[in-house]
């Protein structure tokens, strides 16, 4: 994933907000993606922006897409030790197949 | 409703042997790719296709091949392995009609001794 970027770790205290960024290169992706990943388990989708939009609010998630500066950023309030996990950014590139690039990925650690 | 299944989910193999694994998935999606993912380095792609007899090649496709002679599978070969290979190896599917998820296997954790 050498065209997206993440910081790779991240550490906060339970209750406090979480703030994970990602930057992206291709300025014509369609969707942009947060996915989790527990230990020794799969990718399983969080949440998705469509590149039209400036912000999505799910629950104690909050998605913010700037595309001028081709930012995204993933924000979980009242961050739990349930949360502790890998967190990867994606774009899909429609012009590309539907290719998916991953990030990195952010190791989020949530101390009690 | 399955979704994707992968197998095996772990393996051992010696340097030089070949080996399939497998991905099936039964959403009728067109769009079918192969991650791999190493420590610090994301999921990289290795090979992807956008519907039954298209395939084509992502970011790392050297010592791998794949085939889609139907829509429901998506076969990973390894002719002859190496412990660069050993890695966890991502399946995964997509709609082209619905672009907001794309479905993952479990993984396959291959070691290469």
């Known amino acids: 994933g050498e065209d997206v970027e993440q910081s790779l770790f991240l550490s906060v205290r339970e209750g406090d907000s979480s703030v994970i960024n990602c930057t992206y290169t291709?300025?014509?992706?369609?969707?942009l993606y947060w996915y989790k990943q527990e230990p020794g388990a799969g990718l399983q989708l969080l949440t998705y922006?469509?590149?039209?939009?400036d912000m999505k609010q799910d629950q104690r998630l909050t998605v913010l897409l700037n595309k001028k500066d081709k930012h995204l950023s993933l924000r979980i309030a009242d961050t739990q030790t349930g949360d502790s996990a890998i967190y990867f950014c994606?774009?899909?590139?429609?012009?590309?197949?539907?290719?998916?690039?991953f990030g990195q990925g952010t190791e989020l650690s949530v101390k009690p | 409703n399955a979704g994707v299944t992968q197998t095996p989910k772990f393996q051992v193999l010696k340097t030089g042997q070949s080996m399939t694994l497998q991905c099936a998935q039964d959403?009728?999606?067109?769009?079918m790719s192969w991650y791999r993912q190493d420590p610090g380095m994301g999921l990289r792609l290795i090979h992807y296709?956008?519907?039954?007899?298209?395939?084509d090649q992502g970011e790392v496709p050297n010592g791998y091949n794949v085939s889609r002679s139907t829509t429901e599978d998506f076969p990973l070969r390894l002719l002859s392995a190496a412990p660069s290979q050993t890695s966890v190896y991502f399946c995964a599917s997509s709609s082209h009609r619905d672009k907001s998820e794309a479905f993952f296997g479990q993984g396959t954790r291959l070691t290469v001794v």
């Open positions: 994606a774009e899909r590139r429609d012009n590309q197949g539907g290719k998916l690039i």
């Open positions: 291709d300025s014509s992706s369609t969707y």
């Open positions: 922006i469509f590149s039209n939009m």
């Open positions: 959403m009728n999606h067109e769009y």
């Open positions: 296709s956008v519907g039954a007899g298209i395939t």
